[in-house]
């Protein structure tokens, strides 16, 4: 079973973090949640504390590990917050209905599939992590994670978080995001309440663009890792959105 951690009260929201993550990414934002929720933060295969994952992995399978999570702590539905590739998780657990997600809050993350180009390069990228390691790919892509005029000690911080990952667990992750699904029309169709935070000065995923009233859309002035950058105002949005 994936390591996590459990604490609070209340209903019950699932932290889900993206590439290069963990349950730190959501540190800023764990203690003031549990304030108010009953708050469980999944590492994801290959990430954090998490052993490697076995073989291939999609989306849905993601979707079915954090499910194990939830049947293990008896928890039979709850609010979903993914951060980027876990962004993609949820929305996979939403098209499947593996579970009763009331809400769901997508911090910068995105509904459309990769490209041709994307896929393309990922494929670059789990070249170079089996030849060159973790720490030297996390040196050369976490800057393009956050805003140019981000605080050193959040950069700092994030390459942390992103060296816990392993050779593995960063390989077959990059496949199950070259894999995903087209999820626009789920987002266009879905009656499940969701809020989306978007950076203004995020450029590593392609924004959700929907008219389904269903879904409602914020920005913050951050690049991809806002719940680093700007902690304070993610955490508030996310806490009106679950309690509205």
Excluded: C
């Excluded at 998490?50 to 008896?74: C, F, K, N, W």
């Excluded at 879904?215 to 806002?226: E, S, Y």
């Amino acid at each position: 079973m994936l390591h996590y951690k459990r604490e609070g009260s209340g209903d019950v929201v699932v932290l889900i973090h993206g590439f290069l993550g963990g349950i730190s990414i959501f540190e800023k934002m764990f203690e003031p949640l549990t304030k108010q929720f009953d708050v469980i933060a999944i590492d994801l295969p290959g990430h954090g504390k998490s052993e490697a994952p076995e073989g291939d992995y999609t989306m849905y399978r993601y979707a079915e590990d954090i499910i194990d999570v939830l049947t293990h702590e008896q928890v039979e539905k709850a609010y979903w917050v993914g951060h980027s590739m876990g962004g993609y998780i949820t929305l996979a657990a939403i098209e499947k209905q593996y579970t009763n997600i009331e809400k769901a809050v997508l911090l910068y993350s995105s509904d459309a599939p990769d490209t041709a180009e994307a896929i393309e390069k990922r494929t670059k990228q789990q070249h170079e992590i089996k030849d060159q390691g973790v720490g030297a790919f996390v040196d050369g892509i976490i800057h393009n994670f956050l805003a140019p005029d981000a605080k050193t000690e959040d950069v700092l911080f994030a390459k942390e978080v992103a060296n816990e990952a392993s050779v593995e667990g960063l390989t077959v992750a990059l496949g199950a995001m070259k894999s995903r699904q087209n999820q626009r029309d789920l987002v266009d169709s879905t009656t499940t309440p969701i809020l989306v935070i978007e950076g203004e000065q995020d450029e590593a995923v392609t924004p959700i663009e929907t008219s389904n009233p269903n879904v409602m859309k914020l920005f913050t002035n951050t690049g991809h890792l806002g719940m680093l950058e700007d902690a304070q105002t993610v955490t508030r949005e996310v806490v009106k959105f679950l309690k509205q």
